[in-house]
């Protein structure tokens, strides 16, 4: 500011002035005023003419106090509290627009404001934090991790809210305590790309399948073998024709044999299209099954996807927790080409995920990647 300035001269005379009566009336000690947050609003040029002392008032000390008069502090807080609504009016104003708020309620928000608010609670927008849902994982479910525990798979999935649950949990991602791996849950998955652990895993509750029959001395795990009963008696009543099977469980020794064979007649690259190395193949499980369609005799492997049972099979083997494995033009994911007698064993909940869910493959079922080669 320069001491020429029109506007500012009487005005700086009158305040000198009037701080110079009430000092001497007063005759107290200018209290000292400690710099408040509200003067760090940013003032207009005008109010910075207004700041500057006059030459006789009491200049700031090098302490940062300012000892004022208390006629020209009143002034002061009077500017300042004007320039905090001005600026807080202006800060309404704009969340108001930014909001998409009526330009009236931003009036009304300014008109509210008495005195040096502090804050305009209702104007000025506050950063809304979008509430984000915990992630929910069955893992940090006591009742879940007890049913893990137990080893019963069916309470396992039930804990988890169904086998959609079970299965959208575990693709996820957000379930690592289920183990895809874990030979002895109907969830294992066992493919090209992921074998046994141990390697030479075998099941420890093989039976043979009631009124089912089983043209080779192969057994399944209990619950895919009381399974496999019910489906074969379904089949019948509804008029497919009996189902036999061939296969069921094969131990890795016997893979290793079965292997080599298809090896010795076809060769590495044929013999892995149509069987599984030995540590890979499904049937090391105890819950996969190989059927096939008996009319008083019972016919090949290669019989059952024309055949009524196959058709039969094909609509209802997951309504008793089978699945079929090894789909039509499914080779790039499930390694191998289709087959309409094996059947997989996954339980009644996750069978019917699985179709209701429209799978092919169940490696997509679990959000694994394909498994085309070893
Ligand atoms: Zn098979």
């Not at 497919?240 to 061939?246: F, M, V």
């Not at 049972?309 to 090894?326: L, M, N």
């Amino acid at each position: 500011m320069t001491s020429h300035d029109p506007e500012s001269s009487p005005r700086r005379a009158a305040r000198a002035e009037a701080e110079r009566l009430a000092t001497a009336a007063l005759a107290l000690p200018a209290a000292p005023v400690e710099d408040t947050p509200v003067e760090s609003a940013v003032p207009t040029r005008r109010e910075r003419r207004r700041e500057t002392p006059a030459p006789d008032a009491a200049r700031p000390g090098r302490s940062g106090v300012r000892r004022l008069a208390p006629v020209l502090l009143r002034r002061r807080l009077a500017v300042v509290a004007a320039a905090v609504i001005v600026v807080a009016g202006c800060a309404v104003a704009i969340g108001a627009a930014a909001s998409g708020g009526e330009p009236d309620a931003a009036t009304e928000a300014v008109a509210q404001i008495d005195g040096p608010p502090p804050v305009a609670d209702d104007g000025i927008p506050v950063p809304q934090l979008t509430a984000v849902a915990a992630t929910a994982t069955p893992c940090d479910d006591p009742v879940f991790t007890a049913a893990l525990a137990s080893g019963d798979d069916a309470a396992v999935i039930d804990a988890a809210g169904g086998g959609q649950a079970f299965r959208a949990a575990v693709a996820s991602g957000i379930a690592p305590c289920v183990s895809l791996s874990d030979p002895n849950r109907e969830w294992l998955v066992v493919n090209k790309q992921r074998p046994y652990d141990p390697v030479d895993y075998q099941p420890s509750d093989l039976v043979m399948p009631d009124n089912v029959r089983a043209l080779e001395d192969s057994a399944l795990r209990a619950p895919a073998a009381r399974a496999l009963t019910s489906l074969v008696k379904a089949a019948s009543e509804a008029g497919a024709g009996e189902i036999g099977y061939l296969s069921a469980y094969r131990s890795y020794t016997t893979q290793k044999s079965t292997y080599a064979g298809r090896v010795a007649i076809g060769g590495v690259a044929e013999a892995d299209r149509e069987s599984a190395r030995p540590g890979f193949s499904e049937h090391q499980s105890g819950m996969a099954v190989d059927i096939v369609p008996c009319n008083g005799s019972c016919k090949t492997l290669d019989d059952v996807a024309a055949s009524p049972q196959g058709a039969w099979v094909r609509e209802h083997a997951w309504e008793y927790g089978f699945i079929t494995r090894y789909a039509e033009g499914r080779e790039s994911v499930s390694g191998y080409e289709p087959e309409a007698w094996h059947l997989r064993y996954i339980g009644p909940e996750l069978a019917r995920a699985y179709h209701e869910g429209g799978f092919t493959t169940l490696e997509e079922f679990f959000g694994l990647p394909a498994a085309p080669t070893y």
